[in-house]
Protein backbone atom coordinates (compact mmCIF):
# COMPACT_ATOMS: atom_id res chain seq x y z
CA UNK A 1 0.00 0.00 0.00
CA UNK A 2 1.08 3.24 -1.21
CA UNK A 3 2.92 5.75 2.06
CA UNK A 4 -0.42 8.36 1.94
CA UNK A 5 2.27 11.09 3.65
CA UNK A 6 4.39 10.93 0.51
CA UNK A 7 1.89 11.46 -1.90
CA UNK A 8 2.52 15.12 -2.83
CA UNK A 9 -0.65 17.56 -3.27
CA UNK A 10 -2.46 17.73 -6.39
CA UNK A 11 -4.72 20.23 -7.76
CA UNK A 12 -6.84 20.87 -10.81
CA UNK A 13 -6.36 23.65 -13.19
CA UNK A 14 -9.09 24.47 -15.94
CA UNK A 15 -7.58 26.58 -18.48
CA UNK A 16 -4.23 26.44 -20.08
CA UNK A 17 -4.09 30.01 -21.04
CA UNK A 18 -2.28 32.93 -19.66
CA UNK A 19 -3.33 32.52 -16.00
CA UNK A 20 -3.45 29.27 -16.15
CA UNK A 21 -0.13 28.18 -17.32
CA UNK A 22 1.49 30.85 -15.20
CA UNK A 23 -0.38 29.07 -12.43
CA UNK A 24 0.03 25.70 -12.78
CA UNK A 25 4.23 26.49 -13.18
CA UNK A 26 4.15 28.45 -9.58
CA UNK A 27 2.64 25.02 -8.77
CA UNK A 28 4.66 22.76 -10.32
CA UNK A 29 8.05 24.70 -9.41
CA UNK A 30 6.81 24.62 -5.72
CA UNK A 31 6.09 20.43 -5.58
CA UNK A 32 2.48 20.52 -6.65
CA UNK A 33 0.93 18.19 -8.93
CA UNK A 34 -1.13 19.88 -11.37
CA UNK A 35 -3.96 18.23 -13.72
CA UNK A 36 -4.30 20.95 -16.47
CA UNK A 37 -7.63 20.63 -18.42
CA UNK A 38 -7.94 22.15 -21.50
CA UNK A 39 -11.01 21.79 -24.40
CA UNK A 40 -8.96 23.69 -27.21
CA UNK A 41 -8.59 22.66 -29.77
CA UNK A 42 -11.14 19.88 -30.33
CA UNK A 43 -13.75 23.07 -28.61
CA UNK A 44 -12.66 26.54 -29.78
CA UNK A 45 -13.52 29.74 -28.72
CA UNK A 46 -14.94 32.72 -30.72
CA UNK A 47 -11.57 33.96 -30.82
CA UNK A 48 -9.04 31.10 -30.55
CA UNK A 49 -7.98 29.51 -33.59
CA UNK A 50 -5.81 26.40 -32.13
CA UNK A 51 -4.56 24.17 -28.83
CA UNK A 52 -1.75 25.56 -27.77
CA UNK A 53 -0.98 26.84 -24.15
CA UNK A 54 -1.36 30.54 -23.84
CA UNK A 55 -2.29 31.45 -26.86
CA UNK A 56 -2.70 35.08 -27.76
CA UNK A 57 -5.93 35.77 -29.50
CA UNK A 58 -5.94 40.32 -29.73
CA UNK A 59 -2.84 41.91 -30.38
CA UNK A 60 1.29 40.47 -30.12
CA UNK A 61 2.10 43.31 -27.77
CA UNK A 62 2.42 42.82 -23.75
CA UNK A 63 2.84 46.62 -23.64
CA UNK A 64 5.08 49.21 -22.39
CA UNK A 65 7.95 47.52 -21.01
CA UNK A 66 9.08 50.74 -18.97
CA UNK A 67 9.02 51.23 -15.19
CA UNK A 68 7.43 54.54 -15.82
CA UNK A 69 4.32 52.77 -16.32
CA UNK A 70 2.68 50.59 -14.70
CA UNK A 71 2.10 47.88 -16.70
CA UNK A 72 6.09 47.70 -17.03
CA UNK A 73 6.40 48.17 -13.59
CA UNK A 74 4.18 44.81 -13.17
CA UNK A 75 6.14 43.00 -15.86
CA UNK A 76 9.44 43.39 -13.60
CA UNK A 77 8.00 42.43 -10.42
CA UNK A 78 6.40 39.24 -12.39
CA UNK A 79 10.18 38.71 -13.42
CA UNK A 80 11.83 38.88 -10.13
CA UNK A 81 8.68 35.99 -8.93
CA UNK A 82 10.13 33.92 -11.93
CA UNK A 83 7.03 34.69 -14.03
CA UNK A 84 6.85 31.82 -16.86
CA UNK A 85 4.62 34.17 -19.14
CA UNK A 86 6.92 36.89 -18.61
CA UNK A 87 10.70 34.16 -19.29
CA UNK A 88 8.73 33.43 -22.46
CA UNK A 89 8.33 36.48 -23.82
CA UNK A 90 11.40 37.68 -22.92
CA UNK A 91 12.61 34.56 -24.64
CA UNK A 92 10.40 34.80 -28.06
CA UNK A 93 10.18 39.01 -28.01
CA UNK A 94 10.13 41.01 -31.92
CA UNK A 95 10.81 44.56 -32.16
CA UNK A 96 8.38 47.32 -31.09
CA UNK A 97 10.02 49.90 -29.77
CA UNK A 98 9.35 50.53 -25.87
CA UNK A 99 6.68 47.67 -26.01
CA UNK A 100 7.39 44.14 -25.31
CA UNK A 101 5.81 42.43 -28.14
CA UNK A 102 6.34 38.93 -28.92
CA UNK A 103 5.70 36.12 -31.69
CA UNK A 104 2.88 34.60 -30.89
CA UNK A 105 3.58 31.28 -32.14
CA UNK A 106 6.94 30.43 -30.63
CA UNK A 107 5.90 32.15 -27.47
CA UNK A 108 2.83 29.50 -27.04
CA UNK A 109 5.02 26.79 -27.87
CA UNK A 110 7.70 27.77 -25.29
CA UNK A 111 4.96 27.79 -22.22
CA UNK A 112 3.88 24.50 -23.13
CA UNK A 113 7.11 23.26 -23.69
CA UNK A 114 8.76 24.32 -20.78
CA UNK A 115 5.48 23.13 -18.14
CA UNK A 116 5.78 19.79 -20.12
CA UNK A 117 9.19 19.27 -18.92
CA UNK A 118 7.25 19.07 -15.47
CA UNK A 119 6.77 14.96 -14.74
CA UNK A 120 3.83 16.00 -12.16
CA UNK A 121 2.02 17.39 -14.82
CA UNK A 122 -1.11 15.88 -16.71
CA UNK A 123 -2.67 17.32 -19.20
CA UNK A 124 -6.35 16.71 -20.29
CA UNK A 125 -7.77 17.63 -23.84
CA UNK A 126 -11.58 17.88 -22.65
CA UNK A 127 -14.30 19.96 -22.25
CA UNK A 128 -15.66 20.87 -18.81
CA UNK A 129 -19.36 20.28 -18.35
CA UNK A 130 -18.92 19.41 -14.45
CA UNK A 131 -16.54 20.95 -11.90
CA UNK A 132 -13.64 18.17 -10.81
CA UNK A 133 -13.56 17.45 -6.56
CA UNK A 134 -10.85 18.68 -4.67
CA UNK A 135 -8.51 21.53 -4.92
CA UNK A 136 -9.65 23.35 -7.90
CA UNK A 137 -8.59 26.84 -9.97
CA UNK A 138 -10.52 27.75 -12.46
CA UNK A 139 -8.60 30.15 -15.23
CA UNK A 140 -10.89 29.45 -18.31
CA UNK A 141 -10.84 32.93 -19.18
CA UNK A 142 -13.48 34.97 -20.27
CA UNK A 143 -14.71 32.81 -22.69
CA UNK A 144 -15.13 29.87 -21.15
CA UNK A 145 -17.64 27.62 -22.76
CA UNK A 146 -21.45 27.59 -22.02
CA UNK A 147 -21.33 24.49 -20.07
CA UNK A 148 -18.73 25.79 -17.75
CA UNK A 149 -19.89 29.39 -17.64
CA UNK A 150 -22.96 27.73 -16.74
CA UNK A 151 -21.83 25.84 -13.63
CA UNK A 152 -20.05 28.61 -12.69
CA UNK A 153 -23.24 31.13 -12.98
CA UNK A 154 -24.61 27.91 -11.01
CA UNK A 155 -21.84 28.14 -8.17
CA UNK A 156 -21.83 31.95 -7.72
CA UNK A 157 -25.70 32.01 -7.59
CA UNK A 158 -25.93 35.75 -9.72
CA UNK A 159 -25.62 36.67 -13.12
CA UNK A 160 -22.27 37.23 -14.65
CA UNK A 161 -21.47 40.61 -15.52
CA UNK A 162 -19.64 40.89 -19.22
CA UNK A 163 -18.64 43.27 -21.81
CA UNK A 164 -17.17 43.12 -25.67
CA UNK A 165 -13.57 42.51 -26.78
CA UNK A 166 -12.46 42.86 -30.17
CA UNK A 167 -9.22 42.02 -32.20
CA UNK A 168 -7.18 43.77 -34.64
CA UNK A 169 -6.93 42.45 -38.37
CA UNK A 170 -3.21 40.78 -39.17
CA UNK A 171 -2.10 41.93 -43.17
CA UNK A 172 0.56 40.14 -44.53
CA UNK A 173 3.63 41.92 -45.09
CA UNK A 174 4.48 41.71 -48.95
CA UNK A 175 1.22 43.29 -49.87
CA UNK A 176 1.96 46.38 -47.92
CA UNK A 177 2.64 49.15 -50.49
CA UNK A 178 6.48 50.28 -49.06
CA UNK A 179 6.45 53.79 -51.44
CA UNK A 180 3.60 54.59 -49.17
CA UNK A 181 4.48 53.19 -45.71
CA UNK A 182 7.14 53.98 -44.29
CA UNK A 183 9.54 52.48 -40.82
CA UNK A 184 9.67 54.74 -37.87
CA UNK A 185 8.58 54.86 -34.57
CA UNK A 186 6.78 57.55 -32.31
CA UNK A 187 9.21 59.57 -31.14
CA UNK A 188 11.99 58.46 -32.60
CA UNK A 189 11.51 55.18 -29.16
CA UNK A 190 13.03 52.10 -30.56
CA UNK A 191 14.55 51.39 -33.63
CA UNK A 192 12.93 52.89 -36.46
CA UNK A 193 12.10 49.40 -38.23
CA UNK A 194 9.89 48.37 -35.40
CA UNK A 195 6.37 50.33 -36.87
CA UNK A 196 5.22 51.02 -40.49
CA UNK A 197 3.04 53.39 -40.78
CA UNK A 198 0.63 54.35 -43.43
CA UNK A 199 -0.14 58.24 -44.21
CA UNK A 200 -3.22 59.99 -44.70
CA UNK A 201 -3.94 63.64 -46.07
CA UNK A 202 -6.99 65.26 -45.24
CA UNK A 203 -8.94 64.08 -48.66
CA UNK A 204 -7.98 60.05 -47.77
CA UNK A 205 -8.92 60.72 -44.61
CA UNK A 206 -12.48 61.59 -44.88
CA UNK A 207 -13.05 59.56 -47.17
CA UNK A 208 -12.01 56.68 -45.40
CA UNK A 209 -13.95 58.18 -41.88
CA UNK A 210 -16.96 58.26 -43.80
CA UNK A 211 -16.49 54.13 -44.79
CA UNK A 212 -15.76 53.51 -41.66
CA UNK A 213 -18.70 54.92 -39.66
CA UNK A 214 -21.51 53.70 -42.24
CA UNK A 215 -19.65 50.02 -43.34
CA UNK A 216 -21.96 47.40 -42.19
CA UNK A 217 -21.10 45.30 -38.89
CA UNK A 218 -21.82 42.09 -37.65
CA UNK A 219 -24.47 41.77 -35.59
CA UNK A 220 -25.07 40.97 -31.90
CA UNK A 221 -27.29 38.07 -30.92
CA UNK A 222 -30.95 38.87 -29.10
CA UNK A 223 -29.63 38.85 -25.58
CA UNK A 224 -26.41 41.16 -25.93
CA UNK A 225 -26.37 44.38 -25.57
CA UNK A 226 -23.22 46.04 -26.46
CA UNK A 227 -20.74 47.04 -23.57
CA UNK A 228 -17.16 47.50 -24.53
CA UNK A 229 -14.20 47.97 -22.32
CA UNK A 230 -12.64 51.38 -23.31
CA UNK A 231 -9.31 49.54 -23.82
CA UNK A 232 -10.55 47.60 -26.92
CA UNK A 233 -13.10 49.48 -27.89
CA UNK A 234 -13.49 48.96 -31.71
CA UNK A 235 -12.73 51.36 -34.40
CA UNK A 236 -15.70 52.32 -35.52
CA UNK A 237 -17.60 52.75 -32.27
CA UNK A 238 -14.75 55.03 -31.28
CA UNK A 239 -15.37 57.01 -34.88
CA UNK A 240 -18.57 57.98 -33.86
CA UNK A 241 -17.92 60.18 -30.83
CA UNK A 242 -16.37 62.47 -33.58
CA UNK A 243 -14.53 63.05 -36.88
CA UNK A 244 -11.43 63.37 -34.80
CA UNK A 245 -12.02 60.47 -31.98
CA UNK A 246 -9.34 58.66 -34.26
CA UNK A 247 -7.34 60.59 -35.55
CA UNK A 248 -6.71 61.84 -31.88
CA UNK A 249 -6.35 58.28 -30.63
CA UNK A 250 -4.73 55.28 -32.44
CA UNK A 251 -4.49 57.40 -35.94
CA UNK A 252 -2.39 60.62 -34.05
CA UNK A 253 0.27 61.62 -36.37
CA UNK A 254 2.30 63.32 -34.09
CA UNK A 255 5.53 62.17 -33.63
CA UNK A 256 5.94 60.78 -36.70
CA UNK A 257 7.27 63.02 -39.49
CA UNK A 258 6.69 61.93 -43.17
CA UNK A 259 10.06 60.70 -44.61
CA UNK A 260 10.00 64.21 -46.84
CA UNK A 261 9.78 65.94 -43.72
CA UNK A 262 6.18 66.92 -44.03
CA UNK A 263 3.53 66.30 -41.52
CA UNK A 264 0.26 63.74 -41.99
CA UNK A 265 -2.98 64.53 -41.51
CA UNK A 266 -3.36 61.44 -39.73
CA UNK A 267 -1.58 57.79 -39.54
CA UNK A 268 -2.34 54.22 -39.02
CA UNK A 269 0.94 52.28 -37.48
CA UNK A 270 1.21 48.76 -38.31
CA UNK A 271 3.23 46.30 -35.45
CA UNK A 272 5.58 43.67 -36.19
CA UNK A 273 3.30 40.40 -35.57
CA UNK A 274 6.35 37.72 -35.69
CA UNK A 275 10.23 37.54 -35.65
CA UNK A 276 10.52 37.37 -39.46
CA UNK A 277 8.49 40.38 -39.98
CA UNK A 278 6.18 38.96 -42.46
CA UNK A 279 3.24 39.79 -40.53
CA UNK A 280 1.66 42.73 -39.70
CA UNK A 281 -1.14 44.13 -37.09
CA UNK A 282 -3.02 47.21 -37.56
CA UNK A 283 -2.60 48.48 -34.49
CA UNK A 284 -5.89 49.89 -32.21
CA UNK A 285 -7.88 48.45 -35.43
CA UNK A 286 -10.20 46.69 -33.02
CA UNK A 287 -13.55 45.90 -34.91
CA UNK A 288 -16.76 44.50 -35.72
CA UNK A 289 -16.72 44.90 -39.19
CA UNK A 290 -18.26 42.30 -41.67
CA UNK A 291 -14.98 40.32 -43.24
CA UNK A 292 -16.27 42.18 -46.62
CA UNK A 293 -16.23 45.10 -44.96
CA UNK A 294 -12.97 44.89 -44.00
CA UNK A 295 -11.23 44.37 -47.03
CA UNK A 296 -13.09 47.32 -48.59
CA UNK A 297 -12.67 49.75 -46.38
CA UNK A 298 -9.53 48.95 -44.30
CA UNK A 299 -7.95 49.08 -47.90
CA UNK A 300 -8.82 52.02 -48.41
CA UNK A 301 -5.80 52.92 -46.04
CA UNK A 302 -2.69 54.59 -48.23
CA UNK A 303 -0.04 51.91 -48.80
CA UNK A 304 -3.02 49.24 -48.09
CA UNK A 305 -4.95 48.77 -50.93
CA UNK A 306 -3.73 45.53 -51.96
CA UNK A 307 -3.68 44.03 -48.50
CA UNK A 308 -4.00 40.11 -47.74
CA UNK A 309 -5.55 39.72 -44.60
CA UNK A 310 -4.20 36.53 -42.87
CA UNK A 311 -6.79 37.54 -40.07
CA UNK A 312 -9.77 39.79 -39.89
CA UNK A 313 -11.11 41.78 -36.75
CA UNK A 314 -13.61 40.15 -34.87
CA UNK A 315 -15.37 40.61 -31.68
CA UNK A 316 -16.47 38.53 -29.01
CA UNK A 317 -18.18 38.06 -25.48
CA UNK A 318 -16.42 38.48 -22.78
CA UNK A 319 -17.37 37.52 -18.96
CA UNK A 320 -16.13 38.18 -15.69
CA UNK A 321 -17.36 37.80 -11.95
CA UNK A 322 -18.23 40.72 -9.49
CA UNK A 323 -14.77 39.72 -7.69
CA UNK A 324 -15.32 41.97 -4.37
CA UNK A 325 -18.91 40.18 -3.64
CA UNK A 326 -17.35 36.48 -4.47
CA UNK A 327 -13.85 36.13 -3.86
CA UNK A 328 -11.67 36.36 -0.93
CA UNK A 329 -8.02 38.33 -0.82
CA UNK A 330 -6.87 34.64 -1.94
CA UNK A 331 -9.06 34.51 -4.95
CA UNK A 332 -10.85 31.66 -3.19
CA UNK A 333 -14.22 31.80 -4.00
CA UNK A 334 -15.99 32.34 -0.45
CA UNK A 335 -18.74 29.94 -0.18
CA UNK A 336 -16.91 27.29 -1.38
CA UNK A 337 -13.27 27.80 -0.59
CA UNK A 338 -11.42 24.91 -2.61
CA UNK A 339 -12.27 26.74 -5.36
CA UNK A 340 -9.92 29.38 -6.88
CA UNK A 341 -10.38 31.74 -9.81
CA UNK A 342 -7.47 33.67 -11.71
CA UNK A 343 -7.10 35.83 -15.24
CA UNK A 344 -9.66 38.10 -16.59
CA UNK A 345 -12.68 36.22 -15.32
CA UNK A 346 -12.05 37.95 -12.09
CA UNK A 347 -12.01 41.23 -13.77
CA UNK A 348 -8.79 42.03 -13.86
CA UNK A 349 -7.88 43.24 -17.86
CA UNK A 350 -5.37 42.29 -20.38
CA UNK A 351 -2.32 39.87 -20.91
CA UNK A 352 0.01 40.92 -18.49
CA UNK A 353 -2.62 41.37 -15.64
CA UNK A 354 -4.34 38.22 -16.27
CA UNK A 355 -0.91 36.19 -16.18
CA UNK A 356 -0.22 37.96 -12.91
CA UNK A 357 -3.75 37.04 -11.37
CA UNK A 358 -2.19 33.92 -12.07
CA UNK A 359 0.74 33.89 -10.73
CA UNK A 360 -0.89 35.12 -7.32
CA UNK A 361 -3.28 32.12 -7.50
CA UNK A 362 -0.71 29.80 -8.13
CA UNK A 363 1.29 31.16 -5.05
CA UNK A 364 -1.85 31.34 -3.00
CA UNK A 365 -2.15 28.06 -3.52
CA UNK A 366 1.05 26.11 -3.13
CA UNK A 367 1.14 27.71 0.40
CA UNK A 368 -2.31 26.10 1.13
CA UNK A 369 -1.83 22.62 -0.02
CA UNK A 370 2.07 22.72 1.41
CA UNK A 371 0.54 23.95 4.75
CA UNK A 372 2.84 27.37 4.78
CA UNK A 373 0.91 31.03 5.76
CA UNK A 374 -0.70 32.55 2.92
CA UNK A 375 2.02 34.99 1.68
CA UNK A 376 0.80 38.48 1.95
CA UNK A 377 1.39 40.22 -1.74
CA UNK A 378 2.84 43.93 -0.36
CA UNK A 379 -0.22 46.89 -1.06
CA UNK A 380 2.55 48.85 -2.57
CA UNK A 381 3.18 46.94 -5.35
CA UNK A 382 1.71 46.61 -8.99
CA UNK A 383 0.96 42.91 -7.65
CA UNK A 384 -0.78 43.79 -4.65
CA UNK A 385 -2.72 47.07 -6.33
CA UNK A 386 -4.22 44.94 -8.68
CA UNK A 387 -5.23 42.15 -5.93
CA UNK A 388 -6.78 44.97 -3.88
CA UNK A 389 -8.49 46.14 -7.12
CA UNK A 390 -10.45 42.59 -6.93
CA UNK A 391 -11.36 43.17 -3.54
CA UNK A 392 -12.83 46.64 -3.98
CA UNK A 393 -16.51 46.64 -3.21
CA UNK A 394 -18.14 48.72 -5.92
CA UNK A 395 -21.35 48.71 -7.70
CA UNK A 396 -20.51 48.87 -11.10
CA UNK A 397 -17.47 46.42 -11.15
CA UNK A 398 -16.00 46.86 -14.02
CA UNK A 399 -12.86 45.40 -15.77
CA UNK A 400 -9.22 47.53 -14.72
CA UNK A 401 -5.96 47.50 -16.14
CA UNK A 402 -3.21 47.51 -14.15
CA UNK A 403 -2.31 51.49 -13.42
CA UNK A 404 -0.12 53.78 -11.00
CA UNK A 405 -3.88 55.05 -10.00
CA UNK A 406 -4.35 51.66 -7.97
CA UNK A 407 -1.28 52.28 -5.59
CA UNK A 408 -0.91 53.67 -2.77
CA UNK A 409 0.45 57.36 -2.47
CA UNK A 410 3.96 58.14 -1.04
CA UNK A 411 3.55 61.28 0.81
CA UNK A 412 5.57 62.68 -1.18
CA UNK A 413 5.55 65.96 -3.58
CA UNK A 414 7.31 65.73 -6.86
CA UNK A 415 8.08 67.74 -9.66
CA UNK A 416 6.70 65.66 -12.45
CA UNK A 417 4.36 62.66 -13.36
CA UNK A 418 7.40 60.70 -14.55
CA UNK A 419 9.52 61.55 -11.23
CA UNK A 420 6.58 60.44 -9.08
CA UNK A 421 6.50 57.27 -10.83
CA UNK A 422 9.83 56.35 -10.96
CA UNK A 423 9.39 57.10 -7.01
CA UNK A 424 6.39 54.15 -7.08
CA UNK A 425 8.14 51.95 -9.42
CA UNK A 426 11.15 51.81 -6.60
CA UNK A 427 9.38 51.56 -3.59
CA UNK A 428 7.31 48.63 -5.43
CA UNK A 429 10.46 46.64 -6.35
CA UNK A 430 12.32 47.26 -2.90
CA UNK A 431 8.56 45.57 -1.42
CA UNK A 432 8.73 42.93 -4.49
CA UNK A 433 12.36 42.03 -3.07
CA UNK A 434 11.39 41.81 0.51
CA UNK A 435 8.55 39.73 -0.40
CA UNK A 436 10.85 37.18 -2.56
CA UNK A 437 12.84 37.16 -0.31
CA UNK A 438 10.46 35.98 2.71
CA UNK A 439 8.35 33.47 0.57
CA UNK A 440 10.75 31.37 -1.49
Known sequence: MADESRRIPEITIIGAGLAGSEAAYQLLRRGIAVRLLEMRPATLTPAHTGGGFAELVCSNSLRSDQLENAVGLLKEEMRRLDSLILAAADATRVPAGSALAVDRHAFSAWVERRLRAFPALTVERREVDELPSGPLLIAAGPLASPALSARIASLTGTTQLYFH?????????????????????????????????????????????????????????????????????????????????????????????????????????????????????????????????????????????????????????????????????????????????????????????????????????ASELRGKPLPVFPRETALGSLLAFTQTEKADYQPMNVNFGLMPATGQRFRSKKEKYAALAARALAAIDRFRGETE
Open 165 to 365: DAIAPIVDAASIDMDIAFFASRYGRGDAGDYLNCPFNAEQYQTFYQALVTAELYPLHDFETEKHFSGCMPLETMARFGEDAIRFGPLKPVGLPLPNGGEAYAVVQLRRENAAGSMYNLVGFQTRLRRGEQERVFRMIPGLQKAEFLRYGAMHRNTYLHAPRLLDGALRLKTEPRIRFAGQITGVEGYVESAASGLMAGIFA
